[in-house]
């Protein structure tokens, strides 16, 4: 078990060196859709790239999540399959949003042998959704 400061230097090690060896910027925040982003996700169990929609205003959130759901065939068919699609994803914190994500299981960061494999995951899976988002990004953001 670690302690916390372990755990800490562990996770920055952990991007440190996910970034030497992906060096580019990602997208994650920069969408121009407020409260829609791209994110990296790793513990001690599994690795995750995921689209949250934050959205305050339900009808706004519930808009661009059916934009999603709308190209969900051509997003699994062409970019990732096996994505898992949430409506109503609760955080710990209590905040409902809507979630989209791709998983692999069975790996964490505290195990530096599974770091290659994780990084290869993000760089393939987030490459894909940042190019599925660009391909489509005018129609996602037209919910007028």
Request: aromatic share 18%.
């Amino acid at each position: 078990m670690y302690s916390r400061e372990e755990t800490q230097r562990l996770k920055q090690e952990f991007w440190v060196a996910f970034a030497q060896k992906y060096p580019r910027k990602w997208v994650l925040y920069d969408t121009k859709i407020k409260d829609f982003s791209f994110k990296f996700y790793v513990d001690n169990k599994k690795a995750q790239v995921i689209i949250d929609i934050e959205n305050r205003n339900d009808e706004k959130r519930s808009l661009y999540y059916e934009k999603l759901v709308a190209l969900k065939d051509i997003l699994e068919d062409e970019y990732i399959p096996d994505l898992v699609f949430e409506k109503n994803f609760t955080l710990e914190n209590g905040k409902t949003i809507s979630r989209i994500w791709v998983e692999q299981s069975g790996m964490g960061v505290s195990n530096r042998n599974n770091w290659d494999s994780i990084f290869d995951f993000f760089n393939a899976k987030m490459s894909a959704l940042e190019l599925f988002y660009l391909d489509y990004d005018t129609f996602i953001k037209d919910i007028e």
